[in-house]
T-cell receptor
Framework: DSGVTQTPKHLITATGQRVTLRCSPRSGDLSVYWYQQSLDQGLQFLIQYYNGEERAKGNILERFSAQQFPDLHSELNLSSLELGDSALYFC????????????FGPGTRLTVL | GENVEQHPSTLSVQEGDSAVIKCTYSDSASNYFPWYKQELGKRPQLIIDIRSNVGEKKDQRIAVTLNKTAKHFSLHITETQPEDSAVYFCAASPGFQKLVFGTGTRLLVSP
């Protein structure tokens, strides 16, 4: 158990809908990262937050947005969902803003029908 | 931006053999190189990492080597066991902790 929690574990929804994925980092970690992993694919970095502020952006679609709250938990919002958005979404956390080890949560499996 | 290439994409070995996975990166500013193991449907788990001021690091049966001049790093697993079967990802960090992952190597260890 990495100490990073994600909810829900599974999510099944329809095209065009909007969903919110939630992540709680390890105690003491200030950075949160979101990754997308499609079937048999690698890990695509989406976005990073550090202590409430956006720090780095990857290949995140405009239909996706994220935020980190004062209690440091983070939410990833996916809207106007398409079939191709079906994937495993991982959250990771690390202590600070340097190159610290990232610990991954168990992931949320999103299925768009 | 940073680009990480990983080879091979699949690797089959017999139990007890050694396995080597290689990665190359493009951004000379990258200075942190972790390796993650991911079992089917599970989260990636860090197994070892190396920073650019170190050329080699070992942890029991696992070792990582880094050649900054050539911009490549490798994972070595000795005395492989069936429970080592998983997908292994290398990654490089060009800064602000953004990690760029390789495409993964599926390792299969046969008894």
């Amino acid at each position: 158990d990495s100490g990073v929690t994600q909810t829900p574990k599974h999510l099944i929804t329809a095209t065009g809908q909007r969903v919110t994925l939630r992540c709680s980092p390890r105690s003491g970690d200030l950075s949160v990262y979101w990754y997308q992993q499609s079937l048999d694919q690698g890990l695509q970095f989406l976005i990073q937050y550090y202590n409430g502020e956006e720090r780095a952006k990857g290949n995140i679609l405009e239909r996706f947005s994220a935020q980190q709250f004062p209690d440091l938990h983070s939410e990833l919002n996916l809207s106007s969902l398409e079939l191709g958005d079906s994937a495993l979404y991982f959250c990771a956390s690390s202590v600070g803003g340097g190159q610290d080890t990232q610990y991954f949560g168990p992931g949320t499996r999103l299925t768009v029908l | 931006g940073e680009n990480v290439e990983q080879h091979p994409s699949t690797l089959s070995v017999q139990e007890g053999d050694s396995a080597v996975i290689k990665c190359t990166y493009s951004d000379s500013a990258s200075n942190y190189f972790p390796w993650y193991k991911q079992e089917l449907g599970k989260r990636p788990q860090l197994i070892i990492d190396i920073r650019s001021n170190v050329g080699e690091k070992k942890d029991q049966r696992i070792a990582v080597t880094l050649n900054k001049t050539a911009k490549h790093f490798s994972l070595h697993i000795t005395e492989t066991q069936p429970e080592d079967s998983a997908v292994y990802f290398c990654a490089a960090s060009p800064g602000f902790q953004k990690l760029v992952f390789g495409t993964g190597t599926r390792l299969l260890v046969s008894p």
